[in-house]
T-cell receptor, first 117, second 114 residues
Framework: AQSVTQLGSHVSVSEGALVLLRCNYS??????LFWYVQYPNQGLQLLLK??????LVKGINGFEAEFKKSETSFHLTKPSAHMSDAAEYFC???????????????FGKGTKLSVKP | DVKVTQSSRYLVKRTGEKVFLECVQD?????MFWYRQDPGLGLRLIYF???????EKGDIPEGYSVSREKKERFSLILESASTNQTSMYLC?????????????FGPGTRLLVL
């Protein structure tokens, strides 16, 4: 079965430092991939999505992610962390290419990002 | 902008009560979803619906049912609430128009069952 693995349930960075949140998926064909962000006591907000148009995807708030087929990875990065980036981040894959039900999402377990002043 | 609203942000219920969680979207989306979110487990799909009066079981449907009588509204029902259903419940919607079905989420309902 398809799955998404997020390495590291907690990541802590200093303000201004590089943010790197890791996501690996299991698939034999390129899937649709997503990153969502969840601020405390809120729902999930779409950060960016990969649809096979370009391997480097730019999202909101200065985040970007690179699809690497050879590594089955879709890591999320931001060059310089801001205090407002503190949140939980979820990677997700659409099951559309697996014969699944029209685009259900399979989520990773999430990574909580802390940003130290 | 897509707007997905949920009837309550916080809810406290007693064991054995029947609980209704309501979700409404205003973008004419065909697809609607209910997830529960628990620390360390991420989001798990409870039920989803691809059309009015349609429903499909997700990964953890036990103890839940759903209703979709109108396109914009998707209700999650806990027939007899139990303490292990204490969780954050998230509703989402998406459309099949345009190909990629990005899901848009509501703010969530934090349910405590005593």
């Amino acid at each position: 079965a398809q799955s998404v693995t997020q390495l590291g349930s907690h990541v802590s960075v200093s303000e201004g430092a590089l943010v790197l949140l890791r996501c690996n998926y299991s698939s034999s064909v390129p899937p649709y991939l997503f990153w969502y962000v969840q601020y405390p006591n809120q729902g999930l907000q779409l950060l960016l999505k990969y649809t096979s148009a370009a391997t480097l995807v730019k999202g909101i708030n200065g985040f970007e992610a690179e699809f690497k087929k050879s590594e089955t990875s879709f890591h999320l990065t931001k060059p310089s962390a801001h205090m407002s980036d503190a949140a939980e981040y979820f990677c997700a894959v659409s099951d559309r290419y697996y014969g699944g039900s029209q685009g259900n999402l399979i989520f990773g377990k999430g990574t909580k990002l802390s940003v130290k002043p | 902008d897509v707007k997905v609203t949920q009837s309550s942000r916080y809810l406290v219920k007693r064991t054995g009560e029947k609980v209704f969680l309501e979700c409404v979207q205003d973008m004419d989306h065909e697809n609607m979803f209910w997830y529960r979110q628990d620390p360390g487990l991420g989001l798990r799909l409870i039920y989803f619906s691809y059309d009015v009066k349609m429903k499909e079981k997700g990964d953890i449907p036990e103890g839940y049912s759903v209703s979709r009588e109108k396109k914009e509204r998707f209700s999650l029902i806990l027939e007899s609430a139990s303490t292990n259903q204490t969780s954050m419940y998230l509703c989402a919607s998406s459309t099949r128009r345009g190909g990629l079905e990005t899901q848009y989420f509501g703010p969530g309902t934090r349910l405590l069952v005593l």
